[in-house]
């Protein structure tokens, strides 16, 4: 006891200064317990760049949009709603959302951006495939395609993965891309790897260019074996780090569109306030083309309209349905680089969801493109950002843009400048499912009752009464029974995660 209040009266003697110091020590060291053997991406120190903090620009840029631009597509039929469409009080303003009518014209906007053909498979087959499962589809070298399990270790083998990006280190084509990144705040000393998150085919090189690259000695980037449009890249990065598959971006934008129409149409969620109001924001946007024959589309959609628009642009709006939707803490940074000077620069640190669940990073890129983050060297799974306090975070004064601008904001814990969504508050741990056959098997019993007890007040079928006339004999008719034609459907089994088998989209 003598030792711990002489320890007690040495921190209290302590400068703020050399408190942080030890705070930081003490995590650092702790960090040190989950280090992978072998960094996943063997690299020098020329390939790390190293970010600074702050960025004047940067509150310029929010809205930016893409270098490649095309000309505004043609206005959107609007489909007007009346007073009549609105289920809420008469004092309330009409916001479009499930139940209440479209305002815009889904079909005209699909079509406007180059969806042309009236056909889901024929643009999403792949994402489709992908949508139902909870393993990766991994090729070897030898061309044996087979199948994996995917854990969020077992992930990073996927091509999406570490495949991907030991092309992308190795290219010294136009292409290359910077992949390790040191300098994020809070955790200024991890080297994290951001991930490209581009897929797009590429032509096959002629044998002019083949041999021109083998005389410069330029290693090409092959591309990929498929292409997700620009506009998605938010849904990729969530499927990249949930699912480690990148074509499962589809999947993602299902899941929240689902779960956001969930908590708008019951009242009596928790989250329904919450999403209510964020649903009233309307902002500009734009969807990019598809194809050669496609416009882009522009408008002022809100959340739940934006997810329903194909290669729709997503800002950070949907971060806290994103940490609802897996139960996860969501980290964002946000960063300018310059591919030509090698320099970047942190401009903001948002936080989303409750902090003891599993933390996931990403990043926003010269305000238009989201890419998903991991560190090089810790294992991805059990990293976590240092805890929020205004003790740790005040040397960012001044530095970093959050939700309160001029950062007059003291608060800590839960109301902390970082967290951006303190109301949002876990549910359960795990969402588990089973069936009337489970219960049974689970305590001794191997066939079903015979009136199994069911959750609804909704009527059970009757047994049907024979009214008519056979048209042969009954005994006859069990000898030789009709020859009817069965038609055999095999549809994607889902075997989805327990958080998603409750989820009516998902039910076959």
Sequence with gaps: MADESAARDTWEDLSEKDKVWIIRKIEREARETIKRPEPLLKASAGDYVTLTLGDTSASTTQNKKPQKSTKPGKQTKVVELDSDDDDNDAGDTLIPGPGRGERLDYNAIRRQIGFTVDRFDEYYGGEWKNSFHEYIYRSQSAGAAHTEYADVEAMLQHDDWLPYLNRKHDCNDETSTQLLFRGFPM??????????????????????????????????????????????????????????????????????????????????????????????????????????????????????????????????????????????????????????????????????????????????????????????????????????????????????????????????????????????????????????????????????????????NVPQPKKRVQTRTRSRPLARARRNPPKTKTLHINPPRSSLSPRRTSSRLWKR
Excluded at 196 to 209: D, I, T, V, Y
Excluded at 266 to 274: K, S, T
Excluded at 328 to 344: A, C, D, H, I, M
Aim: with cysteine; proline share 7%.
């Design 187 to 456: 955790i200024e000393d991890v080297a994290m790897i951001a991930h490209p998150n581009k897929f797009s085919k590429r032509p096959k090189p002629n044998l002019g260019q083949i041999a021109s690259d083998q005389e410069n000695k330029i290693i090409r980037d092959p591309g990929e074996l498929f292409n997700i449009d620009d506009g998605n890249c938010y849904f990729t990065a969530i499927a990249l780090l949930i699912y480690g598959n990148a074509r499962a971006w589809l999947r993602v934008k299902a899941e929240h569109l689902y779960h956001l129409e969930k908590m708008l149409s019951d009242p009596l969620h928790v989250r329904h306030e919450f999403y209510k109001r964020h649903n009233a924001i309307f902002s500009k946007t734009f969807a990019t083309r598809h194809g050669p024959d496609g416009t882009r589309w522009e408008g002022n959609p809100n959340l739940w309209e934006r997810l329903q628009i194909p290669n729709c642009w997503m800002s950070d709006e949907i971060c806290p349905l994103t940490a609802d939707v897996y139960g996860v803490f969501l980290v964002l940074y946000s960063f300018t680089y310059n591919q030509q000077g090698k320099r970047g620069s942190v401009y903001d640190l948002r936080t989303y969801g409750s902090y003891n669940s599993r933390h996931i990073f990403a990043a926003y890129v010269n305000s238009n493109h989201f890419v998903p983050l991991i560190p090089n060297s810790y294992y991805h799974y059990e990293f976590t950002l240092p805890r929020i306090r205004l003790q740790v975070t005040d040397r960012y004064k001044n530095k970093l843009r959050t939700t309160n601008k001029n950062h007059t904001n003291k608060k800590d814990g839960l109301e902390h400048h970082f967290r951006c969504s303190p109301q949002s508050i876990p549910g359960p741990l795990s969402y588990p499912t089973t069936t009337e056959l489970y219960l049974s098997r689970a305590v001794g019993f191997r066939n079903l009752p015979r009136h199994p007890v069911s959750s609804t």
